[in-house]
């Protein structure tokens, strides 16, 4: 069975207000993982399929601003900042750096879970990574999110619709292990009325027209009793 939750990443180094966000959003339906530093924060994003990251910016270890761009380096994974600061300057700063929208404390809980929903509606359907262009393996694989066209050793490949959402959702997330129902949620959407099973199929075909060899894949990786993920670099 198929469900809607998100996993939500709250990164703050005030156990409070970590307390206070995860009771109100795990009653709104959301699952909720907390960090109070940085370094906690990138072993959850390497371990856990996140959804959302919710980021504050003044940290004992790495400041919210660096977390941001090193996140953005990897993945377009949503996040909303968390600061004190209320120069226009700095809410700049955070959005130039890859930031989808800026809360200043104090806020209300209510204002939060508008905010979140408004990001996750946004983003829902963008599965377009940081760089609209970009290859693999010194251009081995080429992958224009921009017009669709995918190039395997410079010669285009022909991917399928779903083929090519499925690609699009595991080069967007490069360190999430995404399950079969994660890729039917995230890549296909809610108009999808096969089975679960079915995405087996999709990453075989996918396998067949970008890998040099589809029984040992260097892009789709199959991660053993969990899903798949991306192996480019």
Do not use: W
């Not at 404390?105 to 963008?126: C, M, T």
């Amino acid at each position: 069975m198929i469900t809607n939750t998100k996993n939500v990443l709250v990164v703050d180094d005030e156990a409070k207000i970590l307390e206070v966000i995860k009771s109100y959003l795990e009653k709104k339906g959301y699952t909720v993982f907390t960090a109070e530093n940085g370094e906690h924060a990138f072993c959850i994003l390497e371990t856990e399929s996140i959804s959302l990251v919710i980021l504050d910016l003044m940290l004992p270890d790495i400041s919210g601003e660096e977390i941001c761009m090193k996140i953005r380096q990897k993945s377009r994974v949503p996040i909303i900042m968390l600061t004190a600061k209320i120069e226009e300057e700095d809410m700049l700063k955070g959005l130039d750096l890859g930031a989808d929208d800026y809360i200043i404390k104090p806020f209300s809980l209510k204002e939060l879970s508008a905010r979140i929903e408004a990001v996750l509606r946004r983003s829902g359907n963008d599965l377009v990574p940081l760089y609209k262009k970009i290859s693999f393996h010194k251009g081995d694989l080429e992958i224009d999110f921009q017009s669709h066209t995918i190039k395997k050793k410079k010669r285009e490949v022909n991917l399928t619709p779903n083929e090519f959402k499925i690609l699009a959702a595991l080069v967007k997330y490069p360190n999430k292990v995404f399950t079969r129902e994660d890729l039917i949620a995230t890549a296909l959407g809610d108009e999808f009325e096969g089975y679960d099973r079915a995405i087996d199929s999709h990453i075989k075909n996918l396998r067949q027209k970008i890998e040099d060899d589809s029984k040992k894949p260097v892009y789709v990786l199959t991660i053993h009793g969990v899903g798949y993920k991306f192996g480019g670099n």
